[in-house]
């Protein structure tokens, strides 16, 4: 494939690859820039298989530097915004030698030799002439993660799933970062069925919402807390969304209550949980309907099975391994522990209970921070909230939640209809020991519930 991207491009000719913050660019003129940035890449004396950092989110020039850097078997660093801990992984854990900075214009820095060997999974990737991705996990509870993948791996289980392309070119919005997987998976699936690309000026509700009804966007990937935020602003309201004919939503669970809202605002877009992590990949799913969050995982690729409540993955897109942690997370026969709790049916699907590592054990008992929440959103007073355990002396973690409310409500008044809602729908210990009012509930980068900020 990497021999042919650029000739197969150019057979799409004036078809539009880009929609770039209002102005189009064509495939044609999209491997014009990949020729173009290769050469400078050369000219800058970046070596193929170099480690280089791409740093900045999506737009045209990013979207060609990308191609570029993958077609010289490069490994490809993708940063959206730099941050002190961002830096340092970059340049002491992956030992990046070029960082391409994407701007008003895209230019090359090499960077200065830094002591201390390779990785000998990055030496085999560069041995066997294929080109690699590493992804920086968040690193919001201390160093980031830094996960190897075989690119060309990612791009040709992209292609094999794609089938043939639509003759009638389809608008797909890049919603999700150029450096996360789903992002990275939402501009290979372009590329395979020769798509048109929409890149949004910012992220947010109306601007995204403004988007599709400009666009006609029939596929909108996204997450349950951005959908949430949508429904709050009205911005369903606002703007025509009848072109959307599919809403996937991942990177975190979704409550059962939101999902009815979502399906009850935009009941024209068949609603699709994904599942995917950057270790693993994105996996091809189905949900058993569009109010429900059940899904099957039904991709010749991947493998599940369950192991004590917890979800474990085996897949072709599968990392090589961490950079700068052990591999404990996989298990010596090759599956990946994702850290999410789910629930087997009995029909062959599965529902997402929520994450290992935000489990709240009250006094020894375990609260599932999404089942409170899915709850807590069924009351008509409550637009959203957030639920999340904060140490107690005496029960050594005690339940605690941050609301939204759908209307001016003292703190008291809050607190005494949390309590009530809750009464008879939830055992004693998952009663709330502090309810919070906020204007809104934090969110991360990544577009989900932060439940691990310092809420001092």
Request: charged residues 25%; negative net charge; glycine residues 8%.
């Amino acid at each position: 494939m990497r021999d042919t991207l650029t000739a197969r491009l150019r057979i799409l000719n004036d078809r539009v690859a880009v929609i770039d913050r209002g102005t189009s660019r064509s495939y044609a003129e999209l491997a014009d820039e990949i020729d173009r940035l290769g050469t400078a890449f050369d000219a800058a004396g970046m070596d193929a298989g170099a480690t280089v950092v791409l740093h900045g989110d999506f737009s045209f020039s990013q979207i060609a530097a990308f191609y570029a850097l993958y077609l010289r078997r490069n490994i490809v660093i993708p940063v959206v915004s730099f941050t002190e801990i961002s830096y340092d992984a970059v340049r002491n854990t992956c030992r990046a030698e070029f960082v391409v900075e994407v701007g008003d214009e895209v230019t090359v820095e090499r960077y200065d030799p830094v002591d201390g060997a390779e990785s000998e999974r990055i030496g085999v990737l560069r041995a066997g002439g294929q080109s690699g991705l590493i992804l920086l996990s968040s690193g919001s509870t201390g160093k980031p993660k830094a996960i190897l993948h075989d690119l060309d791996a990612l791009f040709a289980e992209k292609v094999k799933s794609s089938g043939h392309f639509s003759r009638t070119p389809r608008n797909i919005l890049l919603f999700l970062l150029a450096d996360h997987i789903g992002g990275i998976n939402s501009l290979l699936g372009v590329l395979s069925s020769r798509a048109s690309a929409v890149i949004p000026a910012e992220r947010t509700p109306g601007e995204i919402c403004s988007l599709v009804e400009r666009y006609g966007i029939r596929l909108l990937p996204t997450s349950p807390t951005f959908l949430n935020l949508v429904l709050i602003g009205g911005f369903h309201r606002q703007h025509d969304l009848s072109s959307l004919k599919l809403i996937t939503y991942g990177t975190e669970p979704m409550q059962e209550e939101l999902l009815r809202r979502v399906h009850a605002a935009i009941p024209g877009a068949r609603l699709l949980q994904t599942f995917g992590t950057s270790e693993t990949g994105i996996s091809t799913t189905s949900s058993k309907s569009s109010s429900s969050t059940s899904f099957r995982i039904e991709d010749d690729g991947s493998e599940y099975r369950v192991v004590d409540g917890e979800l474990q993955l085996r897949t072709r897109t599968q990392f090589l391994g961490y950079l700068n942690y052990s591999n404990e997370a996989v298990t010596e026969d090759g599956w990946f522990r994702t850290g999410d709790l789910v629930e087997e049916t009995g029909d062959g699907y599965l529902k997402v209970k929520g994450r290992a590592a935000e489990v709240i054990n009250v006094g020894g008992e375990k609260v599932l921070p999404l089942e409170l929440e899915s709850i807590l959103l069924g009351s008509p007073e409550i637009s959203d909230c957030v639920v999340f355990g904060m140490p107690n002396a005496i029960t050594g973690q005690a339940v605690h939640v941050e609301v939204v409310p759908a209307r001016d409500l003292s703190k008291a008044e809050l607190r005494h209809h949390v309590r009530t809602f809750l009464d008879g729908k939830v055992e004693p210990f998952k009663m709330p020991a502090k309810v919070s009012i906020v204007a809104r509930t934090a969110v991360s980068a990544r577009f989900k519930k932060d439940r691990k900020i310092n809420r001092g």
